[in-house]
């Protein structure tokens, strides 16, 4: 079982910035690819952003230019450095990642908690 857990959420004027990490741990084959995604109240839950394993990026529209995903695969560790924050950011982030086998077919998906991302305007 693997387990995500995430931290860095909080409230920040609008143009701040903030930085969420997510660690997984537990006994784990291999992950491969990481990321983010974020919900709004009465919203569906959205991808904000992935990295592989191998440093893939893809970045939804809304953040791009102002969010950056990094990795660390010894630790696997995953951040998101979010600057020149917008109201519209607000939501919950959900970090997440795929257990792979050795021919990378997914063993399983996995999801943290969530963490609050709050912009005021």
């Known amino acids: 079982q693997v387990q995500l857990v995430e931290s860095g959420g909080g409230l920040v004027q609008a143009g701040g910035s903030l930085r969420l990490s997510c660690a997984a741990s537990g006994n784990m084959f291999r992950i491969n690819t990481m990321g983010w995604y974020r919900q709004a109240p009465g919203e569906q839950r959205d991808l904000v952003a992935t990295i592989s394993s191998g440093g893939r990026k893809i970045y939804s529209d809304s953040v791009k230019g102002r969010f950056t995903i990094s990795r660390d695969n010894g630790k696997n560790t995953v951040y998101l450095q979010m600057n020149s924050l917008k109201p519209e950011d607000t939501a919950v982030y959900y970090c997440?990642?795929?257990?792979?086998?050795?021919?990378?077919?997914?063993?399983?998906?996995?999801w943290g908690q969530g963490t609050q991302v709050t912009v005021s305007s």
């Open positions: 997440s990642a795929d257990e792979v086998d050795d021919d990378d077919d997914v063993l399983a998906d996995y």
